[in-house]
């Protein structure tokens, strides 16, 4: 279950909250994605999955939640977006028999190494694999959802531990033990706050005071992390905080985006196809 089809906290926008917002949604429709986040490159630079992951840690205790059942494939959308924004794989150009996003198959660009442990590896099981896969078939590959014990070696294994394990290298996260009674789990609570925080104000300022109402002029990395959030349940993270009026709005804009037919804005100019398909993908799923 996502956040935006199945919250019970707070629902629908209310006439008055819209109206608090219109004049900020006036003067912010034509600022330019291309000027968001100037100061990014001071900051550590994260992959889009350790924002994922990141967004979706309780800071003290330093585990996702037990009741998530989407972060893991989340997790797997999210590399193949960031493979895909890095130049390393893409969609098959449509045809008249595939002409929608879940029939192409992703085709290999680049097998160049990104640097990135999960990245190589799933740049490596695409390489190898023949016939090609499409998205959705890739993310039930890496997730391990399938029946086929032969293709049960494409899955990626301990992808949330991984994935911490970098984000305690960056600084971010620190490793400890907890005993739940039964087991000893290891978990990574969040020692670098201010670097979560600017991630939460970017995703809230992408829906609030940078709203361009446009996927197209939205900054791409920001529209991947606000697809990705959503589809691996952790949006409603992101937007705890806001007032509830602010948070209404937020939660109706995200929802608005993610809403969108993917077919139609993946064949938009400057569109990029992969985080549309993953969407795609996720919203068939």
């Known amino acids: ?105 992703v085709l290999l660009k680049s097998d160049s190494p990104t640097g990135d442990v999960l990245l190589d590896e799933t740049l490596k099981h695409i390489k190898a694999t023949e016939p090609t896969e499409t998205v959705q078939t890739w993310i039930e590959l890496l997730t391990g959802e399938t029946w086929n014990p032969f293709k049960l070696q494409y899955q990626l294994r301990n992808v949330r531990e991984r994935i911490a394990k970098n984000l305690v290298e960056k600084g971010i996260l620190t490793t400890e033990k907890q005993n739940f009674l039964l087991f000893d789990m290891t978990t990574h609570p969040v020692t670098n706050t201010t670097e979560k925080q600017r991630l939460v104000k970017k995703l809230q300022d992408s829906v609030l005071e940078r709203w ?6 939205m900054d791409k990395r920001t529209l991947a992390l606000l697809v990705l959030a959503h589809s691996s349940d952790v949006l409603e993270n992101v937007f705890s905080s806001l007032t509830d009026d602010r948070y209404d709005v937020a939660m109706n804009r995200a929802k608005d985006l993610v809403e969108l037919d993917p077919e139609v804005e993946g064949t938009k100019h400057s569109a990029t196809e992969m985080i549309w398909a993953v969407l795609a993908a996720f919203n068939k799923s």
């Open 1 to 105: 279950m996502t956040t935006l089809t199945h919250r019970a906290r707070r629902t629908e926008v209310g006439k008055n909250s819209e109206k608090k917002v219109e004049s900020e949604e006036d003067t912010n429709q034509d600022k330019s994605p291309d000027n968001e986040d100037s100061g990014d490159s001071k900051d550590i630079r994260l992959t889009l999955m350790e924002e994922v992951l990141l967004l979706g840690l309780k800071d003290k205790e330093g585990y996702t939640s037990f009741w998530n059942d989407c972060i893991s494939s989340g997790l797997r959308g999210g590399i193949l977006i960031e493979l895909a924004m890095r130049g390393r794989i893409y969609l098959e150009p449509p045809t008249m028999r595939k002409k929608r996003l879940l029939d192409r198959k």
């Open 212 to 217: 361009v109402n446009d996927p197209q002029r």
